[in-house]
């Protein structure tokens, strides 16, 4: 079982290492026999301190010689192992990133049509979505979203309101059945508890981003009306507070990264 797992060059080193451990330890042991072991110089002691000392340097010799030979090909296997270990990792992030894109949130025409239709009648006004740039994932979601705001009637002149950040603020696991929200409301302010109480509006932050909110009919901050439409449609929208790039007494759509 042991042997199976080396090659036959590095069963060769194995072999040769212990030549070489062998060859050391005899030449060790005809030096100590030299520290007076020997006063009156008996020839057939002599005798055969020099013969284990020849063989000592012969075994040693032959060990180091294979080891030799053996060190080109190790390195070549070594090599190739970490070509294998590269190739395999190059595999795994390539499987990883399928695998993103089968699960890859995506807008349905249902949804789209929903959310237009809730919102027909509701106040209007642009809202800035903002996604942490270099996650592809989030990135086309955040487009899709930007899209159906626009299509709503909360889109800007300019075309302007996707903004990619270098990090968001907020940690959202997606994916997770208690901490599922591909998007966050974010309300300017600290983040603590304290409520947002504006003049058509009033929201009370919760644990976890879970909140509740009340409006106006004619509320122009548009808030509620679109934490509502979000839920109707499946889209989970966990509220919360920060000062990242959102403007005293306004809000803005974050899209979470998907990991």
């Given amino acids: 079982m042991l042997a199976a797992s080396f090659s036959g060059w590095g069963a060769i080193d194995i072999f040769a290492t212990l030549l070489v ?22 020839s057939p002691l002599e005798s055969k301190k020099r013969g284990v000392e020849k063989w000592s340097l012969i075994i040693l010799g032959v060990g180091v010689f294979l080891e030799v030979i053996a060190l080109p090909q190790n390195l070549s296997e070594v090599a190739n192992l970490n070509r294998q270990t590269t190739e395999l990792s190059l595999r795994v992030e390539e499987l990883r990133k399928e695998n993103v894109l089968l699960k890859a949130r995506r807008i349905t025409r249902e949804q789209y049509e929903k959310f237009i239709k809730i919102l027909k009648d509701k106040p209007k006004r642009p809202i800035v979505v903002y996604v942490e740039e270099g996650h592809f994932e989030a990135e086309a979601f955040a487009g899709e979203i930007r899209k159906m705001l626009n299509d709503a ?14 990090r968001l603020s907020f940690d959202f696991q997606i994916d997770d059945t208690n901490r599922d929200r591909p998007i966050v409301i974010g309300f300017y302010g600290e983040n603590t508890l304290e409520p947002i109480v504006w003049p058509h509006f009033k929201l009370i932050p919760g644990t976890n981003g879970q909140s509740s909110f009340s409006c106006d009919p004619d509320d122009p901050s548009a808030a509620g009306f679109i934490i509502n439409a979000f839920q109707q449609i499946g889209i989970g929208a966990a509220v919360s507070k920060t000062k990242q790039t959102v403007k005293p007494g306004d809000w803005a759509i974050f899209v979470t990264t998907k990991f």
């Fill in 153 to 166: 009637g909360y889109g800007f002149a300019n075309d302007s309101g996707l903004v990619k950040l270098l």
């Fill in 21 to 42: 451990a062998i060859g050391v330890f005899g030449e060790l042991w005809a030096f100590i026999m030299k520290v007076p072991f020997n006063p009156t110089n008996f």
